[in-house]
Structure formats: C-alpha cells, structure tokens
Nanobody, 122 residues
Framework: QVQLVESGGGLVQAGGSLRLSCAASGRTFSNYAMGWFRQAPGKEREFVAAISGGSAARLYADSVKSRFTISRDNAKNTVYLQMNSLKPEDTAVYYC???????????????WGQGTQVTVSS
C-alpha cells in the first residue's frame, strides 16, 4: 500500500509559477514510477507528466512539455511538478499517482493521491 499526499497548489496570475509536491509513504519510493494528472471542471482527468524511479526517463503531455518539469527526490520520497508560464487553461485539480512502470503511470493505474487545486487567473 502506498499513501500519496499532494501539496503546493494555490491561486496565481497567468504567467506565474507554482511548484507542486507529492509525498509518498514507505522506503520503497524509488521502486515506483510517478506521475501527475489533472482534472478541470466538466472535463476528464488527463495525463500531465511521468518520471521513472531513477529519473532517467520522463514523459510529458504536449500541452505542458515546454512549461512544466517533473522531478523527484528519492531521499525525501517526494515527486515535484514545477509549473512555469501558467495559463488559465491549466486550472484544475492536480493529482499524483504511482505505478511500477512509466506505462502504468501514464495509463492511470495503481495508486492515487487526493489532489491539490491550482487556479490560474487571467
């Protein structure tokens, strides 16, 4: 069982930045690929980014690839999402997830956190 807790969301102006964090329980954090999804009101949950256990591989949705960076600190059992040049369309609840592989993360399998709200004003 893996427990995931997101933090770092808030209200920012368009063009601003936020850094989201996802803290995971357990000492086997490095065994998991990690990812971020988001869900805006009235829309389906969509994939944002994913990172392998050792940070050697990263995946991004085309809509965020030039603006967002996913990273992790295995010593702190934490994955981060640095979001720059934020746009109003980035407004959503952001969720982190974990799986044994990058493919599993991208497909939205295994474990999920409760989410953190990001609101970008125009």
């Amino acid at each position: 069982q893996v427990q995931l807790v997101e933090s770092g969301g808030g209200l920012v102006q368009a063009g601003g930045s936020l850094r989201l964090s996802c803290a995971a329980s357990g000492r086997t954090f490095s065994n998991y690929a990690m990812g971020w999804f988001r869900q805006a009101p009235g829309k389906e949950r969509e994939f944002v980014a994913a990172i392998s256990g050792g940070s050697a591989a990263r995946l991004y949705a085309d809509s965020v690839k030039s603006r967002f960076t996913i990273s992790r600190d295995n010593a702190k059992n934490t994955v981060y999402l640095q979001m720059n040049s934020l746009k109003p369309e980035d407004t959503a609840v952001y969720y982190c997830n974990a799986d044994s592989t990058l493919v599993g993360v991208q497909l939205g399998r295994a474990y999920w956190g409760q989410g953190t709200q990001v609101t970008v004003s125009s």
